[in-house]
């Protein structure tokens, strides 16, 4: 999808730079596929995420999504015990901040279910961006420091000589999220909108059905 492009050069930049920060404080990061603190949450998305975890999704073994399907489908009950009103897709913009957080509560944290059992994330490639920031000190180049990070990571604050590195221009890159959340609502739900957000599980029990008549056979 042509929507995609620029929130996919943008997921590569963050890559390369979540990487370099990795090799170049080796003592200080301890992020790397295998560690799994961060995996626990229902995980809201933006609608430029959502389509490409269903792309890493698409690409897995049938009876692997199954499996995924299986394990969010719980998760999904909890979802609407809580917010009985909310109806597919299951997007967030229906509910209060009040019912969001009564979710959050009553799921209290569960593991993502791309989370193998063997503590993989299957579609790794294909994560969120928050995933892909996840662990590392955020640091603004107007705003400064945000407030917290990974425990395991720079433990011991963020030293003087890091803060250029680790500095990132975030409005930016909440404006090209943004720019292609505009573009996709307009080509999936036929309103342009700037924040379209879903819960992971939510996202995966409709995997074979809203998102697979919105989607159609379209290359994600």
Known sequence: MSELG?????LDEMEKWFRSICVRYPDQMQCARGCTLCCYGLFDVSLPDAVLV???????????QNEIIERATGLQRSIQEAAPNLKIPFFLDTLSEEQIDQIVDLTNE????FLSGRNQCLIYECRPLACRLEGIPMIDVEDGLFD???ELNFINGVPSHAVKELKRDYARIQEIEAGSTVLLSK???GRPSG???????S????????WWKALGSREL
């Open 6 to 10: 620029s929130y996919r050069l943008l």
């Open 54 to 64: 269903l792309e890493g999704m698409g690409k897995l073994p049938e009876t692997t």
């Open 110 to 113: 569960p593991r993502c279910p």
């Open 148 to 150: 917290d990070w990974c």
């Open 187 to 189: 080509k999936l739900l």
């Open 195 to 201: 924040r379209v957000t879903l819960f992971i599980p």
């Open 203 to 210: 996202l995966v029990v409709e995997f074979k059905g809203w």
